[in-house]
């Protein structure tokens, strides 16, 4: 089945040091997006691709990176965690701007220690 | 801006009884509508949508409708299971693409047997 795919389910860090959470589809849907989800609290938009334009949200920390190396990958690379950070990242991908509806991945729970 | 009210519970059921989560919009045009189910430890699932006035989304034995004179998008189930637990959210996407989706704060629901 198409799908998208996010890697690990589950990461731990350690406060200040780097990691990178992916993202894949078998969609080929041009659009991917990242959202941050905090305990009980709806998705927020933290940037996404069109292609490979990125388009960063205007409150998104400097500490946020992605990158979308090809059609089908895109990554988040949190360069310097604190303890604000932990959250579930979700992964979302949609066709183009003019389809109206975002297929989301299961996302991964980081906890920074 | 853009946004969507939704209510935000926690709210308890028993196993058949009827659901209602009522949810509100404001946005210019023609926005589409979601709903979007997340069950625990798991990213979000798009339950139904509707594109325009009048529109109903079902799915699962979820209905709602989309009421351009109220500005609504109610989700309605007649007799809800214990595999319904899960937390609800309301979403609308900018008339024009879904570059944006806003998001309600969620609902989460409880079915016990």
């Known amino acids: 089945d198409a799908m998208v795919i996010q890697n690990p389910r589950y990461q731990v860090t350690q406060f200040g040091k780097p990691v990178t959470l992916s993202c894949s589809q078998t969609?080929?849907?041009?659009?991917m997006y990242w959202y941050q989800q905090k305990s009980s609290q709806a998705p927020k938009l933290l940037f996404h691709?069109?292609?490979?334009?990125?388009?960063n949200e205007a409150d998104t920390p400097d500490n946020f990176q992605s990158r979308r190396p090809n059609t089908s990958f895109c990554f988040l690379d949190i360069r310097s965690p604190g303890l604000g950070d932990a959250a579930m990242y979700l992964c979302?991908?949609?066709?183009?701007?003019?389809?109206?509806?975002?297929?989301f991945g299961p996302g991964t729970r980081l906890t920074v220690l | 801006g853009d946004s969507v009210t939704q209510m935000e519970g926690p709210v308890t059921l028993s196993e058949e009884a009827f659901l209602t989560i009522n949810c509100t919009y404001t946005a210019t045009g023609y926005p589409s509508l979601f709903w979007y189910v997340q069950y625990p430890g798991e990213g979000l699932q798009l339950l139904l949508k509707a594109t325009k006035a009048d529109d109903k989304g079902s799915n699962k034995g979820f209905e709602a409708t989309y009421r351009k004179e109220t500005t609504s998008f109610h989700l309605e189930k007649g007799s809800v299971q214990v595999s319904d637990s899960a937390v609800y959210f309301c979403?609308?996407?900018?008339?024009?693409?879904?570059?944006?989706?806003?998001f309600g704060k969620g609902m989460k629901l409880t079915v016990n047997p």
């Open positions: 691709y069109y292609d490979k334009d990125f388009n």
């Open positions: 969609l080929n849907h041009n659009v």
């Open positions: 979403a609308l996407a900018p008339q024009g693409g879904s570059e944006k989706l806003v």
């Open positions: 979302a991908t949609s066709r183009d701007f003019r389809d109206d509806e975002q297929f």
